[in-house]
C-alpha cells in the first residue's frame, strides 16, 4: 500500500527529470502500479483512512512522486454536488499528452499545493483554462478528454511532474499575486 513514506519530496533530483514513456502494452507492473497509486488518492480522501494512515489529502498523484520515471498519472476528483456524489474525474492515464489547448488561462484562487511540497507557497499557478489530453487507459485503450476548470488544472499539475515541472515554477517571483489581462480566477 503506498503512504506518505512512498512520496519524495522536493530536492529529490528524481522530481526534475523528464519521466520516460510507458511501455505499450501495458505491463502488470504498471498496471498495477496505476491501481495503487488510485486506491491511495482514494483513502486519503477518506476520512478515516487519512486519519489511520496519515494521509495528506490528494487529488492528483504522478509516479515520479514515488520516485518511479515513468509517464503515468492518477486523478480522482470528487464530487462538489451533494445530489451527484459521482467523481467529476477518476482515472489513470499513461502516457498522457496535451493535444490542445484553451487560449484562456485560469488559476486557483487559493493558489496550489503538492503532496511532494512540504511548506505552503503562496501565489497564483496560472495553467490553461481547457486541454484536450490523449493517453492510454488501464486496458491499454487510447482515449481522449476535453477537460475544463479544475479537472483541467490537477491534469496539468500531474503532467507537469512528468516533464520535472513544479507548481512554484509557475509563480511570479517579483509578485506572487500578479495576474495578466484576462487570467480567470476559479474561487
Ligand atoms: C493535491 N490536495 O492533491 C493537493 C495538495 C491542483 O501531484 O487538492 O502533488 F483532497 C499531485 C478535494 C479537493 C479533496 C482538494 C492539483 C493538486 C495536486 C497532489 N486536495 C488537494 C482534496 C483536495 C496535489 N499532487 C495540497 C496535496
Ligand atoms: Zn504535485
Do not use: W
Amino acid at each position: 500500500m503506498i503512504t506518505m513514506d512512498d512520496i519524495i519530496r522536493e530536492g529529490h533530483p528524481t522530481l526534475r527529470e523528464v519521466a520516460k514513456e510507458v511501455s505499450l502494452p501495458l505491463s502488470e507492473e504498471d498496471i498495477v502500479l496505476g491501481e495503487e497509486m488510485m486506491t491511495f488518492l482514494k483513502n486519503s480522501q477518506d476520512p478515516e483512512k487519512a486519519e489511520e494512515l496519515a494521509l495528506r489529502g490528494g487529488v492528483g498523484l504522478a509516479a515520479p512522486q514515488l520516485n518511479i520515471s515513468k509517464r503515468l498519472i492518477a486523478v480522482h476528483v470528487p464530487s462538489n454536488d451533494l445530489e451527484n456524489p459521482e467523481p467529476l474525474l477518476s482515472t489513470v492515464m499513461y502516457n498522457p499528452k496535451i493535444l490542445s489547448h484553451s487560449v484562456q488561462d485560469v488559476c486557483l484562487g487559493e493558489g496550489e499545493g503538492c503532496l511532494s511540497v512540504d511548506r505552503e507557497v503562496p501565489g497564483y499557478v496560472v495553467r490553461h483554462s481547457k486541454i484536450t489530453v490523449s493517453y492510454y487507459d488501464a486496458a491499454g485503450e487510447k482515449q481522449k478528454k476535453r477537460l475544463k476548470d479544475y479537472e483541467s488544472i490537477v491534469v496539468q499539475h500531474e503532467i507537469d511532474h512528468l516533464n520535472g515541472i513544479m507548481f512554484y515554477d509557475h509563480i511570479n517571483e517579483q509578485n506572487p499575486f500578479a495576474l495578466k489581462d484576462g487570467v480567470l480566477v476559479i474561487e
